[in-house]
């Protein structure tokens, strides 16, 4: 291959049969794709079946890198895992951090193709160009944590990518584990468990080319991590991580609380970021990494002292103000615990919400709870929940399908309050106080994915932007620009954090093109982004999901924020904009005319209509 950065390969690894061994990675896939995000929809839009059943053989599972991963770009060390979602059916790509990645690429490989099924549980152990796989039986049923311990304890100083007891037991949000990061939305560990694949290990001691001259490359990643290092936002992270995000939204009610019901939160002031400062025992850093936003807290639960990874925005809302819950280390435990059962957080706080609010109702009874009480509040149920969900036991069998399926089962008007779009659960923006991050939750290719657009940047935060975060005009545009900025991003793989670190497009351009020696401009740049967004596009129709799917929860549509200063959002006249702006016809599918001009038209279903592009 004459682009650097790439091995140039893929480990293929057939579960059924056993048989291992190599596929290309092509020139033609890197210029059009760049890797990650990009080059696996394209590997799997080739491969899978239209309206593939994830828990089925024929759903495969993709792990890749980015041509970052093993050099010094800073927050390059991301590792992407695709596959068709058993939660939302939609084509869905997760990420995690760590030190995965690089040492995949130093092993001499771009990524790992898994197909088939293997008949009791194995693990993928991969060493410097040779893999094989071995009996996994003994590890499974443990956690993430000690399977990872155990593994490196029988193989040696490997990195492990693994799943808990929730990925095995076909939890639909179920997560895949690294260290203490975690692919986590879509249910990428649910498929990696139907698989009875419990874990991949690898270890690799070479190296990465790049296209630029030493000395030039190394200065220019010098000055991308002083770039990165000295921004007063990275700073902020690096102290106290997404924390401090909380308190901000409560303050101008934007902060959803009780299943979205309210914006205000009665006890944030345990949640923001001054109670998380005083437990931090030490900073950790992904690979390659100058942020270190990362950290190491211990705390003291019920007797106990228990270490973990600091919790995040996203979890620390999930389950806890979003289900009213205001002990800080019950949440805290809470989110361990899913870490080391395998589940992501954001959907399992989110179903725990959707059944207090269904038992508050009335559509759960007492005799349905398995003796616990599923009162708004309760900081004792976290723990028992999140082991019945992982392990599909009682009430936990219901809600390990996430709330689409568990209010289809329900009936009733419990559609009303299951808060998701294309069956993923709303992470933790208020899209009646954000209607960019609205539209996008509406459009976004995998449902309400707050990282396929982080429209806050602009709405809010005055990063990319400055717009009225109630109003509807230029979100569209926001929207469409930020979801094609962000699909390079998860290409290359980088950081979505680094959006509010003085980064720019062109910044990415010119760290594409030092690796691989490319000629990427930024028009270049959003036209493979705009590539990378029509062909998930194209996936999600092949699998029967399309623009009759692009809409917010009748909650969101209907009620107004109670406690907050935001009404009901209709997003109609953005959504028609946005069609427009993408070249989609009314029905929301690309036209010819814009595959076409995308270097898709080899790809493009035979009923796409001709039409503006």
Not at 303 to 330: Q, Y
Request: glycine share 12%.
């Amino acid at each position: 291959m004459k682009y650097k950065g790439y091995t140039g390969r893929l480990l293929r690894v057939d579960l059924g049969s056993g048989a291992i061994g190599e596929i290309p990675v092509t020139e033609e896939q890197a210029a059009r794709f760049v890797g990650g995000r990009g080059m696996a929809t394209e590997i799997l839009y080739r491969r899978l079946p239209a309206g593939v059943d994830p828990f089925s053989e024929a759903n495969d599972l993709l792990v890749l890198t980015g041509p970052a991963a093993g050099t010094p770009f800073p927050t390059g060390s991301r590792t992407a895992v695709a596959t068709v979602s058993p939660l939302t059916m939609t084509l869905s790509t997760g990420y995690m951090g760590g030190h995965f990645a690089p040492e995949l690429k130093y092993a001499g490989y771009d990524g790992i193709l898994v197909t088939g099924r293997a008949e009791r549980p194995v693990m993928l152990v991969i060493q410097d160009g040779r893999a094989g796989l071995q009996d996994a039986s003994h590890l499974w049923g443990l956690d993430t944590q000690v399977t990872q311990e155990e593994i490196t304890r029988a193989v040696g100083p490997v990195k492990v990518m693994c799943i808990g007891p929730a990925g095995e037991h076909g939890v639909r949000y179920a997560a895949i584990a690294h260290e203490q990061h975690l692919v986590g939305r879509g249910g990428a560990g649910a498929v990696m468990g139907f698989k009875n694949l419990k874990a991949i290990a690898v270890r690799g001691t070479g190296s990465v080319q790049v296209a630029a001259d030493p000395d030039l490359f190394f200065a220019r990643m010098r000055e991308m991590q002083s770039i990165i290092q000295e921004d007063p936002i990275a700073r902020r992270f690096r102290q106290i991580g997404t924390a401090s995000g909380m308190p901000k939204k409560n303050k101008i009610g934007a902060l959803p609380t009780r299943n979205f019901q309210r914006g205000v939160f009665d006890h944030v002031e345990h949640f923001g970021p001054e109670p998380l400062v005083e437990m931090i025992q030490r900073y950790e850093s992904c690979a390659h990494c100058p942020v270190s936003c990362g950290s190491v807290v211990r705390f003291d639960f019920n007797g106990e002292s228990i270490v973990s990874e600091r919790i995040e925005h996203e979890s620390h809302w999930a389950l806890g103000p979003l289900c009213d819950v205001g002990d800080l280390r019950a949440v805290l435990k809470a989110s361990d615990t899913c870490d080391r059962l395998g589940l992501d957080t954001i959907s399992a706080g989110a179903s725990i919400a959707f059944a207090m609010e269904a038992r508050e109702r009335g559509l759960l009874r007492d005799e349905d709870l398995d003796g616990l009480d599923l009162r708004w509040g309760d900081p004792t149920l976290l723990d028992p929940l999140l082991d019945r969900i992982a392990r599909r036991q009682g009430i936990g069998d219901l809600l390990a399908d996430g709330v689409r399926l568990a209010a289809e089962k329900l009936g009733g008007d419990a559609h009303y309050f299951a808060m998701h779009t294309k069956g993923l659960e709303l992470s933790a923006f208020e899209p009646r106080a954000f209607t960019g991050m609205g539209l996008n939750f509406a459009t976004a290719s995998r449902g309400a994915d707050h990282n396929r657009a982080f429209t806050i940047a602009a709405e809010y935060y005055g990063i990319l932007g400055d717009l009225d975060r109630h109003a509807h005009e230029g979100k569209a545009k926001m929207v469409k620009e930020l979801q094609d900025f962000s699909a390079v991003i998860d290409s290359i793989i980088a950081c979505m954090f680094t959006i509010d670190f003085s980064t720019d497009v062109q910044l990415f351009s010119d760290a594409i093109n030092l690796i691989t020696g490319m000629e990427i401009d930024p028009d270049e740049y959003y036209r493979i982004g705009e590539r990378i967004s029509n062909l998930e596009r194209l996936f999600n129709l092949r699998q029967g999901i399309g623009g009759e799917q692009d809409r917010l929860p009748p909650r969101i549509q209907r009620e107004a924020v109670a406690e907050g200063d935001a009404g009901p959002l209709d997003i109609k006249a953005m959504l028609r904009e946005y069609y427009d702006l993408r070249g989609w016809d009314e029905s929301g599918a690309p036209t010819r005319e814009r595959l076409r001009a995308l270097d898709l038209i080899d790809l493009a279903p035979h009923e796409a209509k001709e039409g503006a592009g």
